[in-house]
């Protein structure tokens, strides 16, 4: 089980009470981070996203 992405990256209790991929747990948070984030192109670099995809390839 891969560990969530606010765990991963830290995040404080006021930034993941606003955030999409804490509210849907059922989606990848790049999936959801074009509804949510102001900078979706920052996932494509996010170590969440890098670790992830190595897991798939």
């Known amino acids: ?3 969530p992405c606010w765990e991963i990256k830290d995040c ?3 930034i993941r ?3 999409g ?3 849907d747990r059922t989606l990848p ?3 959801i981070a074009g509804k ?3 900078d979706a192109d920052k ?3 996010c170590k969440v996203y ?3 995809q190595k897991r798939l390839y």
């Open 1 to 3: 089980m891969v560990m």
């Open 12 to 14: 404080p209790k006021e």
């Open 17 to 19: 009470d606003k955030c």
């Open 21 to 23: 991929a804490v509210v």
């Open 29 to 31: 948070c790049w999936t």
């Open 36 to 38: 949510h984030c102001k």
């Open 43 to 45: 996932c494509r670099t």
């Open 50 to 52: 890098l670790e992830a």
